[in-house]
T-cell receptor, first 111, second 113 residues
Framework: NAGVTQTPKFQVLKTGQSMTLQCAQD?????MYWYRQDPGMGLRLIYY???????DKGEVPNGYNVSRLNKREFSLRLESAAPSQTSVYFC??????????FGPGTRLTVT | DQQVKQNSPSLSVQEGRISILNCDYT??????FLWYKKYPAEGPTFLIS?????DKNEDGRFTVFLNKSAKHLSLHIVPSQPGDSAVYFC????????????FGSGTRLQVQP
């Protein structure tokens, strides 16, 4: 039982490049979330998905797109990376309670 | 406009003593509160939570207190252990809607042996 997995763990991009961050959960949860964490700040919600095929913007969605491919997987795409998107990205899932379970994170640097 | 605030960036306590981490919130719609623990290079790990209908919840060495009138909650760790050294995040949510978490900026706890 792996919980929430994320790939890659680290990535360096040049400004303007694109990439997709992958997230998968094996807990049969309906809800999934993408957050970013910047130094000295708490995690902020980028996008949310209540179920397969549905997504909704969070607090900081600009520059990102998401896909809820199936119940297990929720990916985050940066179409044209900017230095302001340098951050640590966390994926989370939630079952019927309010507790969310987080993956180990992806550390992204955009130069 | 921070809706969840942790005003102490860091806290240092001696092993065996009590650690008290504080959190304030401004949004009256929040009705569920959680504490997460985070080690470097790992994701946040759920620690303990409390519903707004309660004022206290205990789980082993960890107790969370909620004062709704003051919009304040605290996490008590007794006794503190060196393995408790980590960053602790307070988070708030609602029971309805997307139930996303609004996080504070975290408090780094250092437990000295």
């Amino acid at each position: 039982n792996a919980g929430v997995t994320q790939t890659p763990k680290f990535q360096v991009l040049k400004t303007g490049q694109s990439m997709t961050l992958q997230c998968a959960q094996d807990m049969n949860h309906n809800s999934m979330y993408w957050y970013r964490q910047d130094p000295g700040m708490g995690l902020r919600l980028i996008y949310y998905s209540a179920s397969e095929g549905t997504t909704d913007k969070g607090e900081v969605p600009n520059g990102y797109n998401v896909s809820r491919l199936n119940k297990r997987e929720f990916s985050l795409r940066l179409e044209s990376a900017a230095p302001s998107q340098t951050s640590v990205y966390f994926c989370a899932s939630r079952g019927t309670s309010s507790e969310q379970y987080f993956g180990p994170g992806t550390r992204l640097t955009v130069t | 406009d921070q809706q969840v605030k942790q005003n102490s960036p860091s806290l240092s306590v001696q092993e065996g003593r009590i650690s008290i981490l504080n959190c304030d919130y401004t949004n009256s719609m929040f009705d569920y509160f959680l504490w997460y623990k985070k080690y470097p290079a790992e994701g946040p790990t759920f620690l303990i939570s409390i519903s707004s209908i309660k004022d206290k919840n205990e789980d082993g060495r960890f107790t969370v207190f909620l004062n709704k009138s003051a919009k304040h909650l605290s996490l008590h760790i007794v006794p503190s252990q060196p393995g408790d050294s980590a960053v602790y995040f307070c988070a708030a949510s609602t029971y309805t809607g997307r139930r996303a978490l609004t996080f504070g900026s975290g408090t780094r706890l250092q437990v000295q042996p």
